[in-house]
């Protein structure tokens, strides 16, 4: 289970990865979008390590994360910072002595935190350090049989830039290297969540979304779960429905384009919805909208899962009226997340109205 799981982390990194290698123009003329938020950084040395566990145990390098205060927030995107820590670290990995050492700490400094990735490699002299950050220049490292395309430093830096922070490095020859990053610390936002969310529905009335306090305050009483999936890709419908089996709880209908999704909703009237954006006879958000004019479906949430991952589709979404923006291929835990949670929202509007 162990592995799989860090073949699959690994895997969602490449789909990054390859997303950033196709953005790199965008990234160059300052346009690359950002979504700003406060980020737990445990969570992210957390990911870190898994992901970066298999490389370090190829090339016999140890890798230290010294221990991160708690409740520790930066400003950040998480995808994109994710990004530039994996980065720094498997430079350090790669370019290290055999059983060498790569250490990770973190400090504060007023109002920022610096994170620093040290490694016991080769090192750099001046006239390398001189060109570190130009795209392509991998200093020499071609003739090793190290993959690699020599933009991620570059690429690094300027996501650091678009968060607000600052990227550098210190390097003596032969005795190693330690670069770091320095970003903004934000306070805790646990209190800004345990408040009531507001969100715009279709029809352009007020939905209250209660926090996940009131959520998990709850108490537990017979609620037959009933889950509607809007999608006419078999092979998507067959990986949600095997998902959705391990919940015995959960019962799932499917409906492979807008019209018979419509019907059944308002026939079957499930709890939740999970609709696809691109339908053969109408989009996603005709759909949606039709489902918000509907006295019979307006009530139920609905969550759409789209091949469209921009930031600019993923807020599209949001303003149109979904309660979750899911991006293709489907993330098991994300997915039964939002679907949790919706079921939970039902529940509370359904105890509220009684």
Known sequence: QRSLEQILQGGWYLLDLINEILDLAQIESGKQPLSLEPV???????ECALLIEPLAIKNAISV????????????????????????????????NKKGGLVSVDCSRKNETIKISVRDTGVGLDAVQLSHLFEPFNRLGQDAKVEEGTGIGLMVSKKLVELMQGNIGVRSTVNQGSVFWITLNLVQNPTALNEQTQTISSNNDEEKSYQTESEVKA???????????????NQANFTLVEEMIALKADIALQGAADGAQGLKMASAWQPHVILLDINLPDMTG??????????PATAHIPVIAISANAMQADRQKGIEAGFFRYLTKPIKLIELMDAIAFAFKYTKINQTNND
């Not at 958000?285 to 509907?294: E, P, Q, T, W």
């Open 40 to 46: 737990l950084l445990s969570d992210i040395m957390r």
């Open 64 to 95: 230290i994360f010294s221990p991160i205060e708690p409740n520790t927030y930066v400003l950040s995107d998480k995808i994109r910072l994710k990004q530039v820590m994996i980065n720094l670290l498997s430079n350090a990995i790669k370019y």
């Open 218 to 232: 709850l108490t537990e009483e017979s609620f037959a779960d009933k889950l509607l999936y809007i999608e006419d």
């Open 285 to 294: 958000y005709a759909v949606l909208k039709a489902l918000a004019k509907n």
